[in-house]
């Protein structure tokens, strides 16, 4: 890094700064560890990657944000907003989120309400216990984060949109089979799947 930093020319810049790129690319192939995460989060907070940006214009900044949300769930989680924030704008140019993650946001927790106030209608004794049904919507709900937070395409998004679309079927084969009231949930889910698998612009 400090070589980076020191170079003599910008275009001697640019060149380590794609060759750490490079470094932090391969970070994610072994899987997602503890180690791996705590260093990406040093280098980030530290300020250690800032200004180095490689020729092509991808900073080593959105390389190691992106490296994080590539090792899963958890660590995706511990992405701070404005590192998040950076990735976007150098991904798409917006330093928000799209609207296809609120579309995806807002129909699965709109499913979850709307599941929740059909459930109050009926007695418990009408569909037993509900904690199966609050642990199937959180983990939902757990799901959404890497689904939205993962950069297009990436291993932690399809493994957030595998985990949803499951915990959706789920709840669609429960109401079914069982009778219990989870299919409004269960389409939300799979809604929100597809939102999330469409091209973001």
Known sequence: MEEARGAASAADRAA?????????????AGGGSREVADLLERLLEGGQLAGLVEAEGRSCRAAATEAL??????????VRPEDLAHLRGE?????????QELAAGGVLGAGILGQWLLVLQHRPADFGSPLPLILLMGLSLLALVPSVLGP?????????????????IIQLLSSVLVGY??????LAGLLACLL???PRR
């Open 16 to 28: 380590l700064a794609e060759r750490i790129n490079r470094h932090l690319d391969a970070l994610p």
């Open 69 to 78: 949300t590539r090792l899963g769930f958890p660590f995706a989680l511990e």
């Open 91 to 99: 991904d798409g140019g917006a330093t928000g989120f799209r609207w």
């Open 152 to 168: 297009e395409r990436s291993a932690s998004q399809r493994a957030g949109l595998m985990v949803l679309a499951v915990l959706a």
């Open 181 to 186: 009231p989870a299919v409004v949930s269960g």
């Open 196 to 198: 999330l698998w469409l």
